[in-house]
C-alpha cells in the first residue's frame, strides 16, 4: 500500500512555508473560489499564472505535484465525459441519441482545468503547512465559536493528536500486510476475498491502535493533563509584514480579477 | 534452496523529498543449508535486504534469485518459491489475529492448500518446536498469553509453514534474558531437525558466534563484510566502525595482546578465550 500522496506536507523553507497558517488558510479558500466566479480567458490565464508561481515559489518538486493531480483522474475522466456528453450545443459529430458538442468540448476542457486549479491549491496548502500548523491555525479560525460553547480546543487536540499518528498507522498497515503475505496471504482476487483477507490486517491494527491509546491517555495523565485549563503554545502564531504583503498580493489579485471578469 | 542476489539497490520514497536508499548494489549468494548471521547498526538495511530475500519488496534495480527464478516474477512457480521463504519480522506476535492459537498457527498452512490433516499435523509439530504444548495452548485465545508466549507462537505459524529458508529479524528484541537463551537454543534445534537455511539479523554477536557460520554485516545498505564468523566477529576494528560491540573475550585478548603476550585474538566464546589464555601462560585447563 502506497502512502497517500494528497495532503502530504513537503518540508522546507520557503516562503510559502514561512506564511502564517491562518493566512495560508484563508487565502486557499479565496483562491478556491475564483475559479467558479471567474469567466473570461483573461482571469483563467491570470489566476494560473498566479497559481504556478505560487508552485515555483514554494518549490514543491514536479513529481509530487504530478502525483497528486493523478489521484483525482478518476473524477476528472468521468466529469469529462459527463459534460462532453450532457452539454447541449451544435452538434460536431452524432452517433444516434449520444451527440458531441462544440460546448461540451470547452465545457468538459473547462471543468478539468477548474478541478486542476482546485487540487493544486488545496495542495500547496498542505504541502507548504505542517499538519501541526494547520490545526493550530483551525483552532484560531474557529475560536470565535467557543462562544456558542465549541468545544474548539478539545478538538483540536483530538485532530493533532489523530494526525500525529496517520503515519505511524500507515506504517503498521504496510508492515502487517507484508508479514501476512509472508504467511501465505493473498490480497490478490474478488472483493469478497480482497475483503477476508483484510481481516489479518486489521485485526492487530486496532489491538495496537487500542493499546497506544492507553499508553497515550495514561501517559497525558501522568503529565497532569486536565482538559479545561488553558494551554499556552510552544509557538505562537504572529501575523509578520510578509502576513500582510501576501494578503495585499491576494487582495491585489482578487480586484483584477473582478476588473478581467 | 540456493539464493541469489544480484544488484540489489532498494530505494524508499523514490523521487519524493523523503527519499532512502536503504540497500546499495548488494551481491550475495547463499548456498542450502548455511546458518548465516546479518549484523549491521540500526538502520543499515538489514530489515530491508530480509524482507527482499521474501520476495516482499520490490527492487529498484537488480533481483533476487531463489533456486535460479527471480523470485518477483508473477506466476505460480514464483509464489510457491516465495512461500518456501518464512520470515519472522521484528516483533512477530503484532500479527496475531485469530481467536485462538491453533487457528493462529494454522494461518499459514492453510494457505498453502493443504487438507486439514495435514494442517493439524503441521500445528502440533509448531507449537513443540517452540515449546507449547498443542492440547494446553492450541484452543487458548492468543491475547490471554504472556508476551513471550506469545512471540513463540508467531514464529509456531511460520515454522509450520514448513519454509526451507527461515529468516528471523531480531528474534529476541525485547524478551527477557530467560527467554532470549531458550529461544537461541531452540532456533539450534529447528535448524538441526529440519537442515533448512537459517538467516539471523541480530546484536547478540555472542548467541550468534554459537549458531552461524557465517556472518554478513551491513553498514549504510552495504555489505561491508561477508565471511566465517571467526573471522568477521573477531574483527574490532569492523566491529567498531560499524558500531557494534566487539565480544568481549575477543576485547580481552586483544587487551592481552597489546600488553605483550602472544595470544590469538579469533577466540569469541568466554571458554575458547579462557583456553587460548591458559595455554598461553602455559596452563593445562581441568579436564584438557
Ligand atoms: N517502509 C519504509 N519507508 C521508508 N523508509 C524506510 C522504510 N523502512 C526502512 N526505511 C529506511 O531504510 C533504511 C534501512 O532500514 P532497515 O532496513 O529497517 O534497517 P535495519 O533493519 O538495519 O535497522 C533506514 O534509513 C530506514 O529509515
Ligand atoms: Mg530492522
Same mark, same amino acid.
Given at each position: 500500500?502506497?502512502?497517500?500522496?494528497?495532503?502530504?506536507?513537503?518540508?522546507?523553507?520557503?516562503?510559502?512555508?514561512?506564511?502564517?497558517?491562518?493566512?495560508?488558510?484563508?487565502?486557499?479558500?479565496?483562491?478556491?473560489t475564483?475559479?467558479?466566479?471567474?469567466?473570461?480567458?483573461?482571469?483563467?490565464?491570470?489566476?494560473?499564472?498566479?497559481?504556478?508561481?505560487?508552485?515555483?515559489?514554494?518549490?514543491?518538486?514536479?513529481?509530487?505535484?504530478?502525483?497528486?493531480?493523478?489521484?483525482?483522474?478518476?473524477?476528472?475522466?468521468?466529469?469529462?465525459?459527463?459534460?462532453?456528453?450532457?452539454?447541449?450545443?451544435?452538434?460536431l459529430?452524432?452517433?444516434?441519441?449520444?451527440?458531441?458538442?462544440?460546448?461540451?468540448?470547452?465545457?468538459?476542457g473547462?471543468?478539468?482545468?477548474?478541478?486542476?486549479l482546485?487540487?493544486?491549491?488545496?495542495?500547496?496548502?498542505?504541502?507548504?503547512?505542517?499538519?501541526?500548523?494547520?490545526?493550530?491555525?483551525?483552532?484560531?479560525?474557529?475560536?470565535?465559536?467557543?462562544?456558542?460553547?465549541?468545544p474548539?480546543?478539545?478538538?483540536?487536540?483530538?485532530?493533532?493528536? $489523530?494526525?500525529?499518528f496517520?503515519?505511524?498507522?500507515?506504517?503498521?498497515?504496510?508492515?502487517? $500486510?507484508?508479514?501476512?503475505?509472508?504467511?501465505?496471504?493473498?490480497?490478490?482476487?474478488?472483493?469478497?476475498?480482497?475483503?477476508?483477507?483484510?481481516?489479518?490486517?486489521?485485526?492487530?491494527?486496532?489491538?495496537?491502535?487500542?493499546?497506544? $491509546?492507553?499508553?497515550?491517555?495514561?501517559?497525558?495523565?501522568?503529565?497532569?493533563?486536565?482538559?479545561?485549563?488553558?494551554?499556552?503554545?510552544?509557538?505562537?502564531?504572529?501575523?509578520?509584514?510578509?502576513?500582510?504583503?501576501?494578503?495585499l498580493?491576494?487582495?491585489?489579485?482578487?480586484?483584477?480579477l473582478?476588473?478581467?471578469? | 534452496?540456493?539464493?541469489?542476489?544480484?544488484?540489489?539497490?532498494?530505494?524508499?520514497?523514490?523521487?519524493?523529498p523523503?527519499?532512502?536508499?536503504?540497500?546499495?548494489?548488494?551481491?550475495?549468494?547463499?548456498?542450502?543449508?548455511?546458518?548465516?548471521?546479518?549484523?549491521?547498526?540500526?538502520?543499515?538495511?538489514?530489515?530491508?535486504?530480509?524482507?527482499?530475500?521474501?520476495?516482499?519488496?520490490?527492487?529498484?534495480?537488480?533481483?533476487?534469485?531463489l533456486?535460479?527464478?527471480?523470485i518477483?516474477?508473477?506466476?505460480?512457480?514464483?509464489?510457491?518459491?516465495?512461500?518456501?521463504?518464512?520470515?519472522?519480522?521484528?516483533?512477530?506476535?503484532?500479527?496475531i489475529?485469530?481467536?485462538?492459537?491453533?487457528?493462529?498457527?494454522?494461518?499459514?498452512?492453510?494457505?498453502?492448500?493443504?487438507?486439514?490433516?495435514?494442517?493439524?499435523?503441521?500445528?502440533?509439530?509448531?507449537?513443540?518446536?517452540?515449546?507449547?504444548?498443542?492440547?494446553?495452548?492450541?484452543?487458548?485465545?492468543?491475547?490471554?498469553?504472556?508476551?513471550?508466549?506469545?512471540?513463540?507462537?508467531?514464529?509456531?505459524?511460520?515454522?509450520?509453514?514448513?519454509?526451507?529458508?527461515?529468516?528471523?529479524?531480531?528474534?529476541?528484541?525485547?524478551?527477557?534474558?530467560?527467554?532470549?537463551?531458550?529461544?537461541?537454543?531452540?532456533?539450534?534445534?529447528?535448524?538441526?531437525?529440519?537442515?533448512?537455511?537459517?538467516i539471523?539479523?541480530?546484536?547478540?554477536?555472542?548467541?550468534?558466534?554459537?549458531?552461524?557460520?557465517?556472518?554478513?554485516?551491513?553498514?549504510?545498505?552495504?555489505?561491508?563484510?561477508?565471511?566465517?564468523?571467526?573471522?568477521?566477529?573477531?574483527?574490532?576494528?569492523?566491529?567498531?566502525?560499524?558500531?557494534?560491540?566487539?565480544?568481549?573475550?575477543?576485547?580481552?585478548?586483544?587487551?592481552?595482546?597489546?600488553?605483550?603476550?602472544?595470544?590469538?585474538?579469533?577466540?569469541?566464546?568466554?571458554?575458547?578465550?579462557?583456553?587460548?589464555?591458559?595455554?598461553?601462560?602455559g596452563?593445562?585447563?581441568?579436564?584438557?
Amino acid at each position: 500500500m502506497k502512502a497517500i500522496p494528497i495532503g502530504m506536507y513537503v518540508p522546507g523553507d520557503s516562503i510559502l512555508h514561512r506564511l502564517d497558517p491562518r493566512v495560508k488558510m484563508g487565502v486557499t479558500l479565496v483562491l478556491m473560489t475564483i475559479p467558479f466566479a471567474i469567466h473570461s480567458p483573461w482571469s483563467y490565464l491570470t489566476l494560473s499564472a498566479f497559481i504556478a508561481t505560487l508552485v515555483l515559489l514554494a518549490g514543491v518538486p514536479p513529481r509530487t505535484l504530478w502525483r497528486t493531480l493523478r489521484t483525482v483522474f478518476g473524477i476528472a475522466f468521468l466529469m469529462f465525459f459527463l459534460y462532453l456528453f450532457t452539454t447541449p450545443g451544435e452538434p460536431l459529430l452524432a452517433v444516434g441519441p449520444i451527440a458531441l458538442t462544440w460546448q461540451g468540448v470547452l465545457a468538459a476542457g473547462g471543468q478539468i482545468y477548474r478541478l486542476c486549479l482546485l487540487v493544486i491549491t488545496a495542495s500547496l496548502l498542505t504541502f507548504t503547512t505542517s499538519p501541526m500548523q494547520l490545526t493550530h491555525g483551525l483552532e484560531a479560525m474557529l475560536s470565535p465559536l467557543e462562544r456558542v460553547r465549541l468545544p474548539v480546543r478539545e478538538l483540536a487536540m483530538v485532530l493533532t493528536i $489523530a494526525l500525529r499518528f496517520v503515519p505511524t498507522l500507515q506504517e503498521e498497515i504496510d508492515k502487517l $500486510a507484508k508479514a501476512q503475505r509472508a504467511r501465505g496471504a493473498d490480497f490478490t482476487g474478488g472483493p469478497l476475498r480482497r475483503a477476508r483477507n483484510l481481516v489479518p490486517i486489521f485485526v492487530p491494527i486496532f489491538v495496537s491502535a487500542f493499546r497506544r $491509546a492507553d499508553e497515550l491517555a495514561t501517559a497525558m495523565d501522568a503529565r497532569g493533563f486536565r482538559s479545561t485549563p488553558h494551554r499556552t503554545r510552544m509557538r505562537r502564531l504572529h501575523l509578520g509584514y510578509r502576513d500582510l504583503l501576501a494578503m495585499l498580493i491576494v487582495l491585489g489579485l482578487v480586484l483584477t480579477l473582478i476588473g478581467l471578469g | 534452496m540456493h539464493i541469489r542476489v544480484e544488484n540489489l539497490t532498494h530505494i524508499y520514497n523514490q523521487g519524493t523529498p523523503l527519499e532512502r536508499t536503504a540497500l546499495h548494489e548488494v551481491n550475495l549468494e547463499i548456498e542450502a543449508g548455511e546458518r548465516i548471521g546479518l549484523v549491521g547498526p540500526t538502520g543499515s538495511g538489514k530489515s530491508t535486504l530480509v524482507q527482499h530475500l521474501a520476495g516482499l519488496l520490490q527492487p529498484t534495480t537488480g533481483r533476487v534469485l531463489l533456486a535460479g527464478t527471480p523470485i518477483h516474477s508473477k506466476g505460480a512457480t514464483a509464489r510457491s518459491l516465495r512461500l518456501q521463504v518464512g520470515l519472522a519480522f521484528q516483533y512477530p506476535e503484532d500479527q496475531i489475529f485469530e481467536q485462538s492459537v491453533f487457528r493462529e498457527v494454522a494461518f499459514g498452512p492453510r494457505n498453502l492448500g493443504l487438507d486439514e490433516t495435514e494442517v493439524k499435523a503441521r500445528v502440533h509439530w509448531a507449537l513443540e518446536m517452540v515449546g507449547l504444548d498443542p492440547a494446553r495452548i492450541g484452543p487458548r485465545m492468543p491475547f490471554t498469553l504472556s508476551g513471550g508466549e506469545r512471540r513463540r507462537v508467531a514464529l509456531a505459524s511460520i515454522l509450520a509453514m514448513r519454509p526451507r529458508v527461515l529468516i528471523l529479524d531480531e528474534p529476541t528484541a525485547g524478551q527477557d534474558p530467560q527467554g532470549r537463551r531458550a529461544l537461541w537454543e531452540k532456533v539450534g534445534q529447528w535448524q538441526q531437525e529440519t537442515g533448512m537455511t537459517l538467516i539471523i539479523v541480530s546484536h547478540a554477536l555472542e548467541e550468534l558466534a554459537r549458531l552461524v557460520e557465517r556472518v554478513i554485516a551491513l553498514r549504510a545498505g552495504r555489505v561491508v563484510a561477508d565471511g566465517p564468523t571467526r573471522e568477521v566477529l573477531s574483527d574490532a576494528r569492523l566491529l567498531r566502525d560499524i558500531g557494534l560491540d566487539v565480544p568481549e573475550p575477543v576485547a580481552l585478548l586483544q587487551a592481552l595482546r597489546q600488553a605483550g603476550k602472544d595470544v590469538r585474538t579469533d577466540r569469541l566464546l568466554p571458554a575458547e578465550a579462557a583456553a587460548e589464555i591458559a595455554s598461553a601462560w602455559g596452563l593445562r585447563r581441568a579436564g584438557a
